[in-house]
């Protein structure tokens, strides 16, 4: 095809294909194990995937609502009270989303104007940035600080203007495995009473938190709650990322505005998956055990590399653990993850990539949501690097 000859005035000049399918391509051209993207090695419930058939098969095939259908708006309802003991009305302040991503997009496309300043913290998953800069907003960095990866909110509160429209929080956090604790939550709403910001709480990774650390989900302080927009994720809950299923709940009056955008970027989503869903979610050993699923993964990997001369940073939640490579070698982490993928066949997910100023602390991430034959593979050849 003749290319365009035109000038082109591109929205986002500086961004290029994201992190994750740079890696997970390179990780399948040369055949090596892929703990870099965040995806289970492992299968859906073979129930959840019998629902689906069903639903398929019973002719739930046609648009849902543009909110979702409401059996499954109703589980998620109910799913919030027994966890949090908190009310969310599913007919005007929860919607489904097509994954966690889309969710945050349609958030930040609903609220954000030129101009308007947002905050976020480094390492960031790297939607967030390009999506403020295309809705003219002003990204505005802070910095997690090392060794933990905390938050300083004694800068963050000097970085909060008139403009400061957004504060985007994520927890647990990807890709450190940091978590938010009460203190933190606190100090928030201490940050943002009596402003008009809006917080964005990531929440994709709630059930996926260890050591008996209690999720801070910001539907739990009513002084937060009532300015923020809370996404979660089916895919990270249910081992079904492909899916694309997610969901987010708000206040009405916050919720009415994310309705305008959503309607125009998917309008709905995949129906006889959120039927399957609906019926799935109401079983809640479904997602109870999941902590404890993944803490086992996570302490099993770790043991693995008892010997390796990587550095494990203790990870509190999300299904990623970062590993520091100062001792093994000086390099860029950028290089350092392609050849390992190349040279050792093992992928993982340079962190300076979540930085807008590309900061090197030399840390890999790696995602452990595998099967245990996975893990082994993989610290078998970490442990020989
Ligand atoms: N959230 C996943 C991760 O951090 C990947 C999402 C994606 O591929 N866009 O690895």
Redesign the pocket.
């Known amino acids: 095809m003749t290319q365009f000859t035109g000038t082109i005035y591109s929205k986002l000049p500086n961004v290029g294909t994201?992190i994750?399918?740079v890696m997970t391509k390179l990780a399948n051209e040369h055949k090596a194990i892929n703990l870099s993207?965040?995806f289970p090695d492992f299968e859906v419930s073979e129930e959840l995937i019998s629902l689906v058939d069903k639903y398929m098969k019973k002719g739930y095939n046609q648009y849902a609502p543009m909110q979702g259908i409401l059996p499954l708006r109703q589980a998620i309802s109910h799913k919030i009270k027994e966890i949090y003991g908190v009310n969310y009305d599913a007919e005007t302040e929860i919607n489904i989303t097509a994954g966690g991503?889309q969710a945050i997009s349609s958030v930040i496309e609903a609220l954000i104007k030129y101009e308007d300043e947002v905050i976020i913290f480094e390492p960031a998953?790297d939607s967030y940035a390009p999506v403020v800069k295309l809705n003219g907003g002003i990204v505005k960095y802070a910095e997690l600080k090392q060794p933990d990866y905390h938050i300083d909110w004694n800068e963050v509160k000097k970085m909060v203007t008139a403009r400061t429209r957004m504060i985007i929080i994520n927890s647990p956090h990807?890709?450190s495995g940091s978590v938010l604790r009460k203190e933190d939550m606190d100090a928030l709403a201490h940050l943002t009473d009596n402003t008009d910001i809006i917080i964005l709480s990531d929440e994709v990774y709630e059930h996926l938190i260890f050591d008996g650390i209690p999720h801070e989900s910001v539907c739990k302080y009513p002084r937060l709650s009532n300015r923020s927009f809370i996404v979660g994720s089916f895919g990270k809950t249910f081992h079904a990322t492909g899916w694309k299923m997610g969901y987010v709940f708000a206040p009405e009056n916050l919720m009415a505005e994310f309705r305008k955008t959503h309607q125009f970027i998917v309008f709905s989503c995949n129906t006889p998956i959120q039927y399957a869903l609906a019926d799935y979610l109401a079983n809640k050993t479904h997602y109870e055990g999941l902590a404890s699923f993944y803490q086992q993964k996570r302490d099993y990997f770790v043991k693995l590399l008892d010997t390796s001369r990587f550095e494990v940073i203790p990870s509190f939640g999300t299904y990623f653990q970062l590993l520091r490579y100062s001792k093994i070698s000086d390099e860029k982490d950028t290089e350092f993850a392609i050849r390992l993928t190349k040279e050792f066949g093992i992928a993982s997910?340079p962190v300076s990539v979540f930085y807008q100023m590309k900061k090197d602390h030399q840390v890999l991430r790696f995602?452990f949501a595998k099967k245990d034959k996975t893990l082994e593979k993989a610290a078998e050849i970490l442990c020989r690097i």
């Open positions: 994201s994750f399918a993207q965040g991503t998953y990807n890709p997910i995602c």
